[in-house]
């Protein structure tokens, strides 16, 4: 298992539009990828689980992956939560 720790910098957090990105992003990866803050969990491919999330401007988020590429998949979703304004 591969994981990441990166700080959310986008003024509005990670709202549905840069959401539906990150998804998108994560379903070309054919592992398992999960974005966890403040203690709650969600699989970054379910926008619906995404949004449950807290991911506010200044949250600290860890990104994990298992499987196949996992390591690429971890570096791909964590720069793009960081890049995402």
Same mark, same amino acid.
């Given at each position: 298992m591969f994981r990441k720790t990166v700080t959310i910098t986008a003024p509005y957090g990670i709202h549905t539009r840069p959401a539906a990105l990150l998804v998108k992003a994560a379903q070309d990866f054919p592992c398992d990828i999960l974005v966890?803050? $403040?203690?709650?969990r969600a699989s970054a491919k379910s926008l619906f689980k995404l949004q449950t =999330?807290? =991911?506010t401007q200044g949250a600290e988020v860890t990104?994990?992956? $298992?499987?196949?590429?996992?390591?690429?998949?971890?570096?791909?979703?964590?720069? +793009? +939560?960081?890049? =995402?304004?």
């Open positions: 966890e803050c $403040q203690g709650r =999330l807290a =991911l990104v994990s992956a $298992q499987g196949e590429k996992a390591e690429t998949a971890v570096a791909s979703i964590s720069a +793009l +939560l960081e890049e =995402l304004a």
